[in-house]
């Protein structure tokens, strides 16, 4: 398994929850790491990006000003902290790791493999589920 996600959970509106991503030493060394989510019914779409080489941040707008993703070296782990969660955040979150410079991309499928813009996306983990529901 290259990236292994958890935190999932059901929390209320208003509420926080921190999902981590540990990632094997190949997939850690993706030029950028990412949070994504797939609520049912809907394309998959990117909620956060981090690149390696400065740290630097990509929010899609929907979650700017309340998610904020991080990573830890060491651990080789990605964090995604979301606050004031809205039911509209209820999706499965996906971390992924790829050499794109994160931005608004939209998400496809074809033969079988996700594409993150033109990049076909090499590292995926196996999702964890956010429900935001009172």
């Known amino acids: 398994v290259q990236l292994q996600a958890s935190g999932g959970g059901l929390v209320q509106p208003g509420g926080s929850l921190k999902l981590s991503c540990v990632a094997s030493?190949?997939?850690?060394?993706?030029?950028?790491m990412g949070w994504f989510r797939q609520a049912t019914g809907k394309e998959r779409e990117i909620v956060a990006a981090?690149?390696?080489?400065?740290?630097?941040?990509y929010y899609t707008d929907a979650v700017k000003g309340r998610f904020t993703i991080s990573g830890h070296n060491a651990s080789k782990t990605v964090y995604l902290q979301m606050n004031s969660l809205r039911p509209e955040d209820t999706a499965v979150y996906y971390c992924?790791?790829?050499?794109?410079?994160?931005?608004?991309?939209?998400?496809?499928?074809?033969?079988?493999?996700?594409?993150?813009?033109?990049?076909?996306?090499?590292?995926w983990g196996q999702g964890t589920q956010v429900t935001v529901s009172s």
């Open positions: 981090i690149t390696k080489n400065d740290g630097s941040t």
């Open positions: 992924a790791g790829f050499q794109s410079k994160p931005g608004p991309f939209s998400v496809s499928m074809s033969r079988g493999y996700y594409y993150y813009g033109v990049e076909r996306v090499p590292y």
């Open positions: 030493e190949r997939a850690f060394a993706s030029y950028a």
